[in-house]
């Protein structure tokens, strides 16, 4: 009996109280596996414990009629469950986790919200409260949505990233110059973006498609990350050293470029304001190294928020002594659009004018910020012992995103893996969390900006160099591991990434290498796994003669191949050229030109035990393969075949090509066939 991902799986060790409540009943004895189903599922005492929902049975209706109604409802509620994880968490939700949930929420809000501004002020080039907006909107819709307890939904480096460089560039355009509505024109791309985001992550969860994560690789990733941090820091250093004014009007576009220009004016940088950014940076990594090495011994010091106190003293500072006049740059006011209205609809006019020059962009951002979700959300459900649906966690963030859209500029959001991991060691147990997150960041969204006029925007730039730190921590740990295993295939893949990403652009570095990673993919796949049989001495067994040195090939001319998997059309394209190469090299690593080693075969056996599924286009293809080496008077025959298989080759006219004998439920008995046909010669 097939069972929905959100149902429960039913046992039979309530077989003998679903054959009472038949006895009692009169129900037919037809009905049995349904009363097993029913009386089966964990919520059953639930059913009969507690008051009945508006249009639940009656105690007054028939048995039969009355159970049928409470296994309706089991299965919607089970149903609801799956797709809204919130319906099952929230009333079950136990007062004792509260306080972690809280304390958790509440640290972590108090790293995102500087992080956020920072992500949309110095990288999406956009207001601060597009930022702030994309770090609680759609913290709150997955915690409904998602499947994850410690996810941490909000803006991320590298995907800000991306929003902003594509903003710069669709703005710089135009040849006529920037248009005069600037502001605005980021505004509608960024919201056009996020919106087709969404639309794309929730309609790849939506058709199930949450596999996509196996088309990239470790290696890809990793050299993406390294190079991310790389970009980010060169972006951030320009406005550390006061050069954005400049940069606005060079408008250097690549990462060497960028480089360049910071080369060529490093004698017009501002000073105060070097020396703010780099200052607040070193005391933002010396307070980390203080409290890795006193959180052993003193556990409350994990707690301190060093961002958040950074934002706070650097504003009061600010503030104080009017850094604004010794030409630091600060925050100012914020305004989100003309008319400071919150909430608007997506498709207007003005942002579907650049809804086909961003779906690319929206595409790419899509993937890289579901891995960065789908890798977190793994570590903390490996972690904590539960499980989680890959398609449900698309759903979710493409609802956040979606949601997040209606309010003009928001920035993509995914969740972030140090957020999201410092989330579970402050003590997140649930969905909560990001509630309580969320939360926060909307009431500063309200009340806690216009404290933050005179904020330096190099602290925030600094404040992003510090996470860049943590982007490229684990990459030397990576690059020695695949060095010591010999695996250039995976260093090659990585040190592409990297380059194209830092040296032409991360939409570029990231197409390419997504679709290198993806034709591996494919190639590996369209290699259907198979090994020459040989026999162990002494036995009627057949084993692989690579894994077993003591298999022999026992009779001349007969060569016996067992196909490993199942077979579709993308593993058969290349069967007759394999099978080819096997029966002319054997399992040895050859050159296409090398000189045969075997004789051609004269008997040809299939082990098909593991071929467990065959699809049409497959079946064909095999058949063209069989009809050739009939054409050449190779005996054939087929051993282990499996059912579904074998209804496809007798449909498709196999079973008549070959003959009934050649069909046999052994390979000793296919052995003896073929004794007996030598003999009977």
């Keep these: 009996m097939a069972l929905h991902p959100g149902e429960t799986p ?8 679903a054959a009472s409540i038949k006895d009692l009943s009169g129900i037919p004895s037809n009905e049995e596996e349904y009363l097993r189903v029913d009386t089966a599922h964990p919520d059953d005492d639930w059913v009969e414990t507690q008051p009945l929902p508006s249009g639940a049975p009656s105690d007054t209706e028939p048995d039969d009629l009355q159970i049928r109604r409470q296994a309706r409802w089991k299965k919607v509620r089970s149903r609801t469950s799956y797709y809204v994880p919130g319906t ?12 972690g949930d809280f304390v958790a929420g509440v640290t972590v809000a108090s790293i995102l919200i500087p992080q956020s501004i920072s992500y949309a002020t110095s990288l999406a080039k956009l207001p601060p409260l597009t930022g702030l907006f994309a770090a609680a909107v759609p913290g709150f819709i997955y915690a409904i949505l998602g499947s994850s307890k410690q996810l941490n939904v909000g803006p991320e480096a590298s995907l800000s990233l991306i929003v902003g460089q594509t903003v710069t560039t669709l703005i710089h355009s135009d040849p006529h110059g920037p248009p005069e509505d600037a502001h605005l024109v980021a505004i509608a791309i960024s919201t056009i973006m996020t919106f087709q985001v969404g639309l794309f992550t929730f309609l790849l969860g939506f058709v199930r498609l949450g596999f996509i994560d196996v088309i990239l690789s470790r290696a890809l990733l990793r050299g993406f990350v390294t190079a991310v941090a790389v970009v980010i820091t060169v972006e951030q250093i320009i406005p550390m050293l006061g050069l954005a004014g400049l940069e606005r009007i060079v408008n250097p576009t690549t990462t060497p470029d960028k480089v360049a220009f910071i080369i060529d004016n490093i004698s017009s940088i501002n000073k105060p304001t070097a020396i703010l950014s780099f ?24 707690f301190i928020p060093e961002i958040f ?8 500072l600010s503030s104080a002594y009017r850094w604004d006049k010794h030409g630091i740059s600060i925050l100012g006011d914020v305004a989100l659009s003309k008319d400071d209205s919150y909430f608007q609809f997506p498709l207007t006019d003005m942002n579907l004018s650049w809804f086909k020059v961003t779906t690319p962009t929206a595409i ?23 499980s989680i649906s890959l ?32 989330n579970a060691e402050l003590g997140g147990r649930s969905q909560m969390a990001s509630l309580v997150c969320s939360s926060i960041v909307m009431l500063a969204i309200f009340f806690l900006l216009p404290a933050l006029h005179f904020l330096p925007k190099c602290v925030l730039a600094a404040i992003i160099c510090l996470v860049v730190v943590g982007l490229v921590q684990e990459a030397p740990e990576d690059i020695h591991f695949f060095w010591s295993l010999g695996s250039w295939r995976d ?36 290699r259907a796994r198979m090994s020459i049989l040989g026999r162990v001495p002494g036995t009627d067994k057949w084993k692989p003669i690579q894994e077993n040195p003591d298999a022999e090939e026992t009779v001349p001319g007969v060569l016996i191949i067992r196909i490993r998997e199942s077979l579709d059309f993308a593993n058969t394209s290349q069967l007759k050229e394999r099978l080819r190469r096997l029966e002319l090299y054997g399992m040895s690593v050859h050159h296409p030109g090398d000189a045969p080693r075997r004789q051609q075969a004269t008997v040809l056996v299939f082990h098909m035990s593991d071929v467990e599924s065959c699809d049409a286009s497959a079946t064909q293809i095999f058949l063209e393969l069989l009809q050739t080496y009939k054409t050449r008077g190779v005996t054939l025959y087929i051993a282990h075949l499996r059912d579904q ?11 008549k090509l070959l003959g009934e004998e050649a069909f046999q439920p052994n390979i000793a008995a296919v052995i003896q066939r073929i004794e007996a046909v030598d003999l009977a010669r």
């Design 491 to 526: 260093l090659g893949l990585m040190t592409l990434t990297f380059l194209l990403t830092t040296l032409w652009s991360v939409e570029v570095g990231v197409a390419v290498s997504v679709t290198i990673s993806l034709l591996l993919v494919v190639h590996r796949s369209s």
């Design 391 to 422: 398609n449900r966690e698309l759903v979710a963030l493409g609802a956040g995103n979606l949601g997040a859209s209606f309010i003009p500029g928001t920035l993509p959001a995914f969740g972030a893996i140090t957020r999201s991991k410092l």
């Design 364 to 386: 790419l951002l899509s993937v890289i910020g579901f891995l960065d979700s789908l890798v977190s959300a793994k570590q903390n459900s490996g972690r904590f012992g539960y």
């Design 10 to 17: 039913m046992f039979s060790a309530n077989t003998s109280r």
């Design 88 to 99: 099952a968490w929230i009333p079950n939700y136990s007062v004792s986790l509260l306080l």
């Design 279 to 302: 200052t607040t940076l070193f005391l933002l990594i010396f307070m980390r190294t203080v409290k890795r090495h006193f959180t052993a011994k003193h556990h409350w010091v994990y």
């Design 309 to 316: 106190l950074t934002v706070v003293v650097s504003t009061l």
């Design 645 to 655: 298989p074998m209804k496809l080759f007798q449909k498709a006219g196999i079973a």
